[in-house]
């Protein structure tokens, strides 16, 4: 499973793809800079939370991690769960290395 993340991690890499999730997860705010799921559900004042290519990290709280994590934090599922989400998000269905 671990495998299979970094896989997921390593497919959505390009801003369009990461800004279309990050929509459909609900998520709000302005450029690459969001309200995070984590420390502002709510909003607030300024949004807090940055994506940057691969990964996100939040200015407030200090979450920080990939966008498999970003999913997992915005859904407030586990990883299984977090995947299955991708899945259905993207229509692609990607299998682990065996080696
Ligand atoms: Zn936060």
């Known amino acids: 499973m671990t495998d299979l993340r970094h896989r997921w991690d390593q497919r959505i890499t390009d801003w369009p793809t990461v800004s279309k999730i990050a929509s459909d997860l609900g998520m709000r705010g302005q450029g690459r800079h969001f309200y995070c799921p984590g420390c502002q559900p709510a909003g607030g ?7 940057h290519d691969g990964g996100f990290e939040c200015f407030r709280c200090g979450m920080r991690g990939d966008i ?12 299984e769960e977090a995947i299955q989400w991708l899945e259905s998000e993207t229509g692609e269905h990607l ?4 080696d």
């Open 45 to 51: 004042s300024s949004p807090e939370l940055k994506i």
């Open 95 to 98: 299998e682990p290395d065996n």
């Open 68 to 79: 498999v994590g970003l999913v997992k934090l915005a859904n407030n599922c586990d990883l």
